[in-house]
């Protein structure tokens, strides 16, 4: 049907079928600005004005807008940004920016009735807009700054606000009540400065991402946003069993449907067995997956794929497909798995390294220091506690989209949503047959990955498809398929054995985990693993022991979410920890502050856990702490947050509200910087004519601002603005390797290979410098503002140096490489503080506020780091109070969409303030150390103490949701350990 | 085959219903529900009947009584002052932003989700659907019934004072169970959302009376008679004149 509508101003007709969403006739008429995230408007990615409003594309008929107006981004795409664009930069609201389009078109209409908005409404407007990435603090503040500039106001420049230290950095120190933090807009940054991080023209700046004119404006940026001619789309066919033997399956009907290019399942292709968790070679075992098996493992998993003409063909297809299953029983707890009796998930024959097959262990992890047992005798206390964690979803909001194609030279290109496009080309290659160096993996622009695109997900499919249709085929996730098929938080059961002496030292700290890893492994020994490390190395006991089992179980699959084991880990540890000081009637922090560890304690089960574990005996020194901000941190969180005011009744309880009561709680957070010895990155940097130069990373932008901080470390290095760092990122064809976006490792790993290349480039333009300006030791030269200068005032222009260099004497294209991995792996430290109230007669909990700061070394970009923890603080809430996944009795996910998976919107957001409590790290690059998972650590536990402190309660399951929370209230549930 | 067949847009309420006499066409008013909805529906295919063209968008106001076309969107509802408060804060509190400039009223109630508060705000306010071609019915009525004619408006009487007490997850979540009371010249109205297949008036001296409430991973039955009977207090007492948090 034909239909006629007024497109950005134009009068515009489309072609669109009955069926046919505005969403798609919009991104097929070129307005890529538009964008997927949900059928049902759930996500508001897709959201444009229509008639002025801001509705969602998804679940609107493109022949509704029939004889309307609709405006896209693409409206605003003048060459000078508009002042909402501007302020979105100017703020830091981008990260991903994958819904800046709707954010911004929502304001264009929020302004136009309302020239000055309050903040109630601001969010009211983006209430509709999900965003995984920046808990809406920056939106939130771009929008009223646009407001500011709309009405031809002049705003305070967006710049960091600077807070005195607390303490002298080495102490804790006594926090005065009366004494009010300095009040800013909560998107601004606070930076509590170090005396030793010495200033810098480019690092430690708010300086605008480097990729923000594409992602403020919508430009084509994402992996759907160029599409190949003849492009065909692909679909899944799922099991809808959780346990299933396929014995046969009919594809003629699907194959005979016009417009079918291919059917592919386990009957045409071949069985490749392989592991698709994104990591390094060789990926640990078990090998327990091929690309279409004969079984199916989980609701959701592969059954068969098709490529078609159209996605209408392809859904159609996916109908015709007939299989005939044979059901069997399926066991979805950890602890039901590895009992007796539980059905076997993996009793094929082909996968090798499964622990216990019978049992359904696919890993067992162990690790000690000291003898446990003999100390836990000798203790005065010894305390045991259980708790479960359950399992949660990344949900990017941009879903695992793919497209493949055989270029020219007939070489396999996949474009796709990765943290990690080397390790993608590596696994690809065997599972297609292919050899690595016919594979070209390309990472665009991502909406956010969080760790579920640390995985080879869907790039097998669209390549077994592109490669038998020899057409490019392109695959994208439904939010439904998302949530059923990509990769969650792995539930645990741990329980923790903790002896103490009679001074409150820990003795004794030993941990027995059972991880669930759903039908298949892909993370099962790195995450289970990890959340051993992060259990076991915050304090200090003078004996410790990891025991781990990891079981399959037949839930959706478990894998990389951004923490990766922390969380667990450190809910179980902080929770544990708090009752045991409660138990002694020792303040928490105190009691939590004796036994943590501090600058020049040795980390000393680390080495004995991980890809490249060693065994006690084998060690000659344990890595030590060598900076530590966590007093200041904890000084400024408690001032922050009234910490007061937690032992006051009158506030606890207050009269006028007598089924409210009060709580404020604290986690100490300590997480990781890479993994050492492991993680790699490389890095080229090659100087241009005009003096400005190319810089070619592996590393992976998801949405982070890695390109911009790696961008301004290689720029303080070269002297010049960011803005001459031209940063092209994760091709595995064109730019150095790099192990990929996890493991906290980017800024530290990716930035020191960046920061040395950038050093060989600058020792070579001061030797070219030296000859221009006639100095005979290269080495007195230095770089800045564009220039290089000699030790007596002469300089000569970098411009200069480059076109002398590239084309007048002695030439050459000044360029280097570096790569760097680490031995090193600096834990950032972190204060996480929450207040809450409880309503006791519903159990809902209601959290008014968070605060984190967090020592993360320097801050190579305080607006980027900050946002990270406001995203990473949001997600953890998220975990601590309202997500989950519900299965029915079948494992089918009864919740598998937002909304009835709740994540938070901007409506009724916490209040939340982060401070950046500086220390110089001398193993970082200019300082830095990690900031990206940290937020992820202490939002649960710190709920859990407040909810504790409100009603004496301390509940050991996650979420707190208000029927969990009146059970336990109404059970007066365990409130303080067991002694033993 | 595709999931919807045909898109039709009638300009008299006539023809509106002369389409919608074949239950394969779904009448479609913003499209939040239907849309999705009939990506389901691939094994047969549906047509479908948008009532855009028929100016059912309209809300008047008269001796207080409003009369809200099917077709006014939840967010021209918020934005209405001379509508009840309690219905616009029911309307914004039903969807977020951009789903709520889209979602209409009729669909809203055609639907009558099980925790759709803004259903229940008019069940209080005493509201009556108007249906093309039949006579109109309470919408307790039609709540109990078969839902199946076009409605073309929903009337609600404007007086009285309004609270809703609630329990979610999180703030702006969807609740649980909520209670909506409605006080007039010393007369309360209660309704209850998340304890039946749809919002449902009950007795604000007994409100648990017949309550057997389904249960789903976000509250057992048992939970959802405790809330329905703390929450139905806590609303009552505020409609009277006490805390109100409507």
């Given amino acids: 049907m034909n239909i006629t509508l007024t497109l950005n101003g134009q009068e515009t007709q489309l072609e669109v079928e009955p069926f046919e969403t505005l969403l798609a006739a919009l991104r097929s008429h070129g307005m890529v600005s538009v964008r997927y995230g949900s059928d049902t408007g759930e996500t508001g990615a897709s959201a444009v004005l229509v008639d002025g409003r801001l509705v969602n594309t998804d679940c609107m008929l493109a022949a509704q807008a029939d004889g309307h107006e609709v405006m896209t981004l693409e409206a605003l795409n003048q060459a000078e940004m508009h002042p909402i664009q501007a302020a979105f930069v100017a703020t830091g609201a981008l990260q991903s920016g994958y819904s800046a389009p709707a954010m911004i078109l929502g304001t264009l209409a929020l302004l136009k009735d309302n020239p000055s908005p309050s903040e109630f409404q601001v969010r009211d407007m983006l209430s509709g807009i999900l965003d995984r990435e920046t808990a809406y603090v920056k939106p939130v503040e771009a929008i009223l700054r646009a407001a500011t500039l709309m009405r031809g106001e002049n705003p305070e420049p967006f710049q960091t606000m600077i807070v005195d230290p607390l303490t002298d950095g080495k102490s804790p120190a006594e926090v005065d009540p009366n004494d009010r933090p300095p009040q800013a807009p909560p998107a601004i940054p606070r930076i509590v400065p170090s005396d030793d991080v010495p200033d810098m023209s480019v690092v430690g700046k708010a300086e605008i991402k480097v990729d923000a004119i594409k992602l403020v404006k919508g430009n084509p940026a994402f992996t759907d946003d160029f599409e190949a001619r003849g492009q065909l789309v692909a679909k899944v066919l799922r099991s809808p069993h959780a346990h299933a033997n396929i014995v046969d399956i009919d594809d003629s009907a699907a194959v005979a449907l016009p417009g079918v290019h291919a059917v592919i399942h386990y009957k045409n292709l071949p069985r490749i067995k392989y592991a698709s968790g994104g990591q390094s070679w060789p990926n640990p075992h078990p090998y327990d997956q091929v690309s279409f098996d004969n079984k199916v493992r989980h609701v959701g998993d592969r059954v068969a794929a098709v490529a078609a003409e159209t996605l209408d063909i392809a859904e159609e297809a996916l109908r015709l497909i007939r299989v005939d299953y044979e059901v069997l029983p399926a066991v979805f707890d950890e602890l039901d798995a590895i009992a007796d009796g539980a059905p076997i998930i993996h009793d094929e024959a082909d996968t090798e390294g499964i622990h216990n097959r019978d049992r359904n262990i696919v890993v067992h992890i162990g690790a000690q220091r000291g003898d446990v047992e003999d100390r836990l005798a000798q203790a005065e206390h010894v305390y045991e506690q259980t708790f479960r964690v359950h399992q949660v979803q990344p949900c990017p909001i941009e879903n695992h989209i793919s497209v493949a194609w055989l270029d020219s030279d007939e070489r396999l290109v996949v474009r796709t949503a990765t943290q990690v496009p080397f390790h993608v080309r590596r696994m690809l290659a065997p599972v297609v047959g292919m050899e690595i160096k016919n594979i070209r993996v390309i990472k665009p622009r991502i909406g956010g990955g969080f760790g579920a695109k640390q995985e080879m997900l869907i790039e097998d499919i669209v390549a077994h498809l592109a490669i038998k249709t020899r057409r490019p085929v392109k695959l994208e996730l439904t939010r439904e398929e998302e949530f059923m098929s990509s990769r969650t938080r792995h539930p645990q059961t ?19 985990l059972i991880g669930n890893t759903g039908p298949f492994g892909t993370h099962a020994s790195t995450v289970q693993t990890v959340a051993g490390l992060r259990g076991l190395t915050s304090y200090n006991a003078k004996s410790k022991r990891f025991d781990c089992d990891v079981a399959y179980a037949n839930i959706p699959v478990p894998g990389a979410y951004r923490g990766y084991g922390a969380p667990q880990a450190e809910f179980a540890l902080e929770a544990h920890m708090e009752d045991i000081a409660h138990d002694l009637d020792r303040d928490p922090i105190e009691f939590k502050r004796q036994n943590w560890v501090k600058v020049g304690d040795e980390l000393d089960i680390a080495p004995h856990l991980g890809e490249r574990a060693v065994a006690e005996g084998e060690m000659d020194e344990y890595p030590k702490v060598m900076t530590s901000g966590i007093d200041e941190c904890v000084a400024q969180g408690q001032r922050s947050i009234g910490w007061h005011r937690r032992n006051d009744p009158s506030w606890t309880s207050p ?31 090659k100087l241009n004519d005009d003096g400005s130069f190319n810089m070619l990373i592996g590393a992976t932008d998801l949405g982070t601002g890695a390109d911009t901080v790696i961008g301004q470390i290689a720029a303080e290095v070269l002297g010049v603005p960011l803005d001459d760092i031209k940063v092209y990122s994760s091709d595995t064809d064109i730019t150095p390797f790099d192990t990929g976006a996890y493991a906290s490792s980017t800024t530290y790993i990716s930035g020191t290979a960046a920061k040395l290349a950038a050093e060989k480039v600058r020792k070579r333009i001061k030797e070219r410098a030296a000859m221009l300006l006639d100095v005979e030791v290269p080495c007195t030269i230095e770089l800045r503002d564009k220039k290089a200068w000699s030790a007596d ?59 984190m700061a967090v020592d993360c070394g320097v801050a190579i970009n305080p607006v980027t780091a900050s946002g990270q923890v406001e995203g990473g603080m949001m997600q953890a809430l998220g975990y601590a109070h309202c997500e989950e996944y519900a299965l029915d009795e079948e494992g089918r996910m009864v919740n598998a969409k937002l909304g009835p998976y709740k994540i938070y919107r901007a409506d009724e957001m916490p209040d939340t303030e982060v401070f950046l409590v500086q220390t110089m790290e001398d193993s970082g690059p200019f300082g830095a150390k990690a900031v990206a998972e940290i937020p992820k650590d202490g939002v649960a536990p710190a709920l859990r103490n407040a909810i504790r402190n409100a009603t004496g309660v301390g509940i050991n399951d996650l979420p707190f949701t208000p029927e969990r929370v009146w059970q336990a209230l109404d059970g007066s549930g365990a409130v303080s350990p067991d002694p033993t | 085959m595709p999931s919807v067949l045909a898109y039709h847009r009638p300009t008299s309420l006539v023809e509106a219903g002369e389409l919608l006499k074949d239950v394969n066409r779904w009448a479609l008013g913003g499209g939040t529900i239907v849309v999705p909805e009939a990506r389901k529906h691939r094994e047969v295919g549906i047509e479908v009947v948008d009532l855009q063209g028929l100016g059912l968008d309209q809300i008047s106001n008269e001796e207080g009584v409003m009369r809200i076309g099917s077709m006014v969107r939840l967010s021209d509802l918020v934005a209405n002052t001379a509508a009840p408060e309690l219905v616009r804060n029911a309307a914004r509190r039903e969807l977020p932003s951009a789903l709520r400039n889209a979602a209409t009223i009729g669909g809203t109630v055609a639907e009558a989700e099980s925790e759709s508060l803004l259903v229940a705000a008019l069940l209080v306010h005493e509201a009556e659907v108007r249906l093309h071609d039949q006579p109109s019915l309470s919408l307790d009525q039609y709540l109990t019934g078969e839902r199946d004619g076009l409605v073309t408006a929903i009337t609600v009487k404007t007086a009285g004072r309004g609270a809703i007490s609630s329990t979610g997850r999180t703030p702006a979540d969807v609740p649980i169970v909520a209670a909506v009371a409605l006080s007039t010249g010393g007369v309360t109205r209660l309704a209850l959302t998340g304890v039946g297949a749809t919002p449902s008036l009950v007795d604000p001296v007994d409100p648990l009376a017949n309550l057997d409430p389904p249960e789903d991973f976000r509250g057992t039955s048992e939970y959802r008679r405790h809330l329905a009977k703390v929450l139905s207090a806590r609303a009552v007492l505020a409609a009277a004149g006490g805390e109100s948090n409507a």
Wanted: aromatic share 8%.
């Fill in chain 1, 494 to 512: 741990i329980t923790y054995t903790t002896g103490v002496d009679a001074d409150g030292n820990l003795l004794a700290q030993d941990m027995r």
């Fill in chain 1, 655 to 685: 009269s006028d509200r007598p089924n409210i009561r009060r709580g404020l709680g604290f986690a100490f957070c300590m997480h990781g910087t890479s993994i050492p010895f492991l993680d790699m990155g490389g890095c080229s940097i």
């Fill in chain 1, 793 to 851: 005032g002469r300089s000569v222009t970098l411009e200069e140096i480059a076109l002398d260099s590239l084309h007048w004497q002695d030439q050459e294209q000044i360029m280097d490489t570096a790569s760097y991995v680490s031995p090193d792996c600096p834990p950032p430290f972190a204060a996480q503080f929450a207040e809450i109230e409880v309503d006791i007669e519903t159990g809902e909990v209601t959290v008014v506020k968070l605060v």
